[in-house]
Every structure is written in C-alpha cells, then in structure tokens.
C-alpha cells in the first residue's frame, strides 16, 4: 500500500505532470488545467495525514478528484464562453526547443509553465482539440479518459458519478461527435506539411494573392480569438478569397510584422511578431496539398507561453 506522495518529490512532479497533461486535454486552456491540478493538490494535503496514508493508490485518488474537478470546471465554462467575445479557440501549445532561449523543462513543478509540461501528441492537435469542444463535459471526460488515457470505463465511473455501461454510451457519442465534427484528415507527411505551411508564410509576407489563395482549399476557414481583448474578426471568415483578403488587410495594417515558423500543439504552425511582441499564434490544419482551416489566437492571455524572443 502506498503511503503518502510526500517523500518522493520525484514522484510528485511526475503525478503533477501526468494531471497537466489530463487536465489540459479536458479543458483546453492551460490557466484552467494549471487551476484544476491545484485544487486537486489542495484537496490532498487538506486531508490529515492519516486519511492520506489510507489512500491505497495516490495517483488513482488525484486522477478521480482531477476528473471531477474538470467536470465543474466544463460545466461552468460551457455558460462563460456563452458570453466570450468571438470565438474561443483553445490555448496554443508551444514546442520549446524551437525557441532560442526558452525556459528551463524539468526544474521545480510550482515554478514549471504548464505548458512546458504537456505532451505535444495526436491528442493536442488543433483540430482535436476544437471538436472536443462540442462534447458535453461528460462525453468529453469519458472520451479522453478512455480513447487518449486509457483508463476503463469501471474507473471512469467513480469520476463521473455514473454507470460503466453509461460511461460506455458516453463515449460513443463523443465519438460520433468527433467523426462528425473532425476536418478531412490531413494526408500529408509532416515534412509536406512544413513545406506547405513555409509556402503559406512567404505568399503572406509577399502580399501574393493570387498564391494564398492557390494554398488554400477553396471551402477553406479562418477563426480568430481576441477574446474582446484586441480587435479581429468576431466570426469565421470563409472561402480561399475572403481569407487571401483579409490575410492581406492584416498585413498592410501592420507594417514590419515578422513571421515565424513553430510548432503549435506539435504540428507546423506560425507565430506573428510585432515590434518583437507575440500577437498572434496561427494553427492549421492540411488535407491533400491545401489549406482548410486556420485557427488564429490573438488573446494576449493565451499567448504568455510564447512572449520569449525567437530567432527567426
């Protein structure tokens, strides 16, 4: 039986890491998953020590209260976003090696960005991520934790206050969601997938019309998060034109924006410098040789993890 996660903070940064990378799927924003773990810890060490060495499995204890604590924490951002100014995009995910002087990974956890502690897998991926938003909070619990975590759906119970058999139907829905919601998958080798994103990055600095909207699928879409916070565009703009314009009008509004070439949420992305200021993080997603969807983060509060200068 274990004991306590007290004496091993080996162990401890370890579990904290592991529930980043849970919360974080649940919720998309890493604020939100950095909160949620918190709480998770708190409830812990609220719990007097000899309740705590009763614990039989620590790191089972801290994922059920973690899955419940996101639970709530979907409930009420459901009611939240309703309210967001635009659309809410969740938070981009940085690749730090690819930066120049980036933070230190692995050092004490309290200190840790939570980013630097999330996995860039299939399962951060922008797209995966958007669809997950569709998801009831319950359908959304069950489906990580089942088809991402692998957890069974007998522990998925505990968390969710149901049923196996419910838990089970849960996430079949979410699957169904998914199918239903997911874009073209993306048949293009990561290296294509480089080379088309660096091809998007030079027809933008260009002001090539006519090669933006020869990259882009001609259904192609471009959602935008400012989050009332700076000025973009409050819906999706649709069409290889309409976006191939706006890409345009951006660009002559900001004279000396620099473009950078990053990984976000470990696919190829673009990070957008102005006077050496992050101000907006794009994601995309490929299917064949175009473009469909761009996914363009320009709430301030969701770009801390990349305000650290970039070489070029």
């Not at 565009?233 to 976006?243: C, F, H, K, N, T």
């Not at 976000?264 to 990070?271: C, D, E, H, S, T």
């Not at 993890?305 to 970039?310: G, R, V």
Request: proline share 7%; hydrophobic share 40%.
């Amino acid at each position: 039986m274990s004991t306590s996660l007290d004496p091993d903070p080996g162990a401890m940064d370890a579990e904290r890491r592991r529930l980043i990378n849970l919360a974080y799927r649940l919720l998309g924003s890493l604020a939100e998953a950095e909160d949620a773990v918190q709480e998770t810890y708190a409830r812990w060490y609220a719990m007097p020590p000899r309740r705590r060495e009763a614990v039989e499995s620590p790191a089972a204890w801290l994922t059920t209260v973690a899955g419940r604590v996101c639970l709530d924490v979907l409930g009420s951002a459901r009611v939240r976003r309703e309210a967001y100014v635009g659309a809410w995009i969740p938070d981009p995910l940085p690749d730090r090696t690819e930066w120049s002087r980036g933070r230190p990974v692995g050092g004490g956890s309290e200190a840790a960005d939570p980013a630097d502690q999330v996995t860039l897998d299939e399962s951060v991926d922008m797209a995966f991520l958007v669809v997950l938003e569709s998801m009831t909070p319950a359908e959304r619990v069950a489906f990580v934790l089942h088809d991402v975590f692998r957890y069974s759906f007998t522990e998925i119970a505990g968390i969710v206050d149901r049923t196996p058999a419910a838990c089970r139907q849960l996430a079949s829905s979410a699957r169904r969601r998914a199918g239903a919601g997911q874009p073209r998958p993306a048949a293009v080798p990561a290296a294509g997938q480089a080379g088309l994103v660096r091809d998007f990055k030079e027809a933008w600095e260009a002001k090539d019309i006519r090669a933006l909207v020869g990259l882009l699928d001609p259904d192609a879409e471009l959602t935008a998060d400012g989050g009332g916070l700076v000025s973009t565009v409050l819906r999706p703009v649709a069409g290889s034109e309409r976006i191939a314009q706006y890409l345009i009008h951006i660009a002559d509004r900001a004279p000396g924006l620099r473009l950078l070439e990053r990984s976000v949420n470990g696919r190829p992305g673009l990070v957008a410098q102005h006077t050496g200021v992050t101000v907006t993080v794009a994601a995309f997603h490929l299917s064949g040789d175009r473009i469909t969807r761009i996914w363009a983060i320009r709430n301030p509060e969701k770009l801390g993890p990349w305000t650290e200068p970039a070489s070029g």
